[in-house]
């Protein structure tokens, strides 16, 4: 049993959830989304509430109750309030820059490497911090992961891209000569 699916999902004002054509539809103030359905799960909007149950006894069914309803959970945040995620990058020589709709990345590499921006995500940066933000949890931190991906922080200067707030725990480098 899914203590998490268990629970009721509230719909707040000015958000719309419909369930229609294999698919669960949310439509709020910061855009739409839209999710297939699986067969082992079902919804039922009812009072300004979302129900999320398990269309059959199978294992395959409870696992999804408890997912489906987090998901639900995430799309309603995310169309009243978008999701975000910042990065910081850092080292001497290191920049990122927007160029239309492209992340502009010199960060130790002989070339600048681009990096488009998919559709329904912003990103702002100043000072060497990438604000990435939008409705959809998965593919705001799908991006931000992508992005820091291209240079993970290495651990003897701690340079790189990294999330803010992220701690690098830093190596000791080489000693400074031997006693002779």
Known sequence: ???IGKRPIAIP??????????GINVKGKAGTLVRPLHPSVSVKVENNT???EPAGKSRLAGALWGTYASHVRN??????????????VEGIGYRAELSGKQIKLQVGFSHPVLVPVPEGITVAIEKNVISISGPDKEQVGQFAADVRSIK???PYKGKGIRYEGEVIHMKQGKKAGAAA
């Open 152 to 154: 993970k922080p290495e």
């Open 1 to 3: 049993m899914s203590r």
């Open 13 to 22: 004002a000015g958000t719309e959830v419909s369930v229609k054509d294999g």
């Open 50 to 52: 979302v129900m999320i």
């Open 75 to 88: 799309m309603i945040a995310g169309v009243n309030t978008p999701f975000m995620k910042k990065l910081q």
